[in-house]
């Protein structure tokens, strides 16, 4: 009854006033002219009291509501283990503020002026050093990430064990492959070969990550009905492990080879 009030009761009220002064005009106005003004009063009453729509508010489109593109580590991979991209992006932090920190120390050891011209060969000697020392360093640098990688998830899987969430068979299986590549990796670095280096990355990165991270993932349920698959892929990944392994010995067994034979001629020229 309100609304209906609020409604039609001011142009009800408008038409009443427009016969009033219609009644009142018709003696100086025209006949038609007063029968108009009812009507005119009623339309100006609706038109006062009409409501505005709302204007739409403008869309923000400033730069910082725009959703920001997805920073990736510096090396441009991701493992898909938050615990191993943490861990990688702290060791880069850690080795970075090192390198500072040398950096400044060789800076103000080179400041320093020689106190004697005896003593002015002994910096000659550091630039030979670090010559030697840098196929180590990019070595180094190859296979630190497989380290790291391998550190962390050697973590990880003493961690789920310790709650019961990995059966122990799993765990030392793990272990053990990871522990095997470990010791691989000093002969990698003497060999250099490329190719060989490629094959055990891509081993580590792509066949154990496949396997390890989408099982760590999945609940507790789901862990005992895998288990078998990722034991199965353990152990394919420990085959092609053996193989690189017989192909680096096979190598190794004919440079020692070749050396025998050498001995050989060098002692039969010489008798």
């Avoid at 009443?16 to 025209?30: C, K, R, T």
């Avoid at 009507?39 to 910082?64: C, E, H, M, N, T």
């Avoid at 991701?78 to 932090?93: C, F, H, K, N, S």
């Avoid at 840098?134 to 998830?153: G, K, N, T």
Wanted: hydrophobic share 40%; glycine share 4%; no cysteine.
């Amino acid at each position: 009854m309100i609304d209906y009030i609020k409604r039609f009761g001011l142009p009800f009220t408008a038409l009443i006033a427009g016969y009033a002064v219609a009644l009142v005009s018709q003696g100086f106005l025209p006949e038609p002219i007063s029968m108009l003004i009812p009507g005119g009063a009623v339309l100006l009453s609706i038109g006062a009291f009409k409501r505005r729509k709302p204007k739409p508010l403008p869309i923000d489109v400033s730069p910082q509501s725009r959703p920001q593109p997805e920073v990736l580590p510096p090396s441009g991979r991701r493992t898909g283990i938050p615990a191993v991209d943490e861990a990688v992006q702290r060791r880069l932090r850690e080795e970075a503020a090192a390198r500072g920190e040398q950096e400044r120390r060789r800076s103000a050891y080179d400041a320093v002026p020689a106190p004697t011209p005896s003593a002015a060969p002994v910096p000659a000697a550091a630039p030979a050093a670090t010559r030697t020392q840098a196929p180590r360093s990019e070595a180094d640098e190859m296979w630190d990430p497989v380290h790291e990688y391998i550190s962390v998830i050697e973590e990880m899987l003493i961690s789920e064990g310790q709650k019961n969430s990995l059966d122990d068979e799993i765990v030392e299986k793990t272990i053990s492959l990871l522990a095997r590549i470990s010791r691989l990796i000093p002969q990698l670095k003497e060999i250099n070969d490329s190719k060989i280096n490629h094959n055990i990355q891509r081993l580590v990165f792509k066949d154990l990550n496949g396997a390890i991270n989408p099982f760590l993932k999945l609940s507790g349920e789901a862990k005992r009905k895998n288990r078998r698959l990722l034991l199965d892929g353990i152990k394919d990944i420990n085959s092609r492990l053996s193989l690189y392994v017989e192909t680096i010995e096979h190598r190794d067994l004919i440079e020692l080879q070749s050396r025998v034979d050498l001995i050989q001629q060098r002692y039969r020229t010489s008798d």
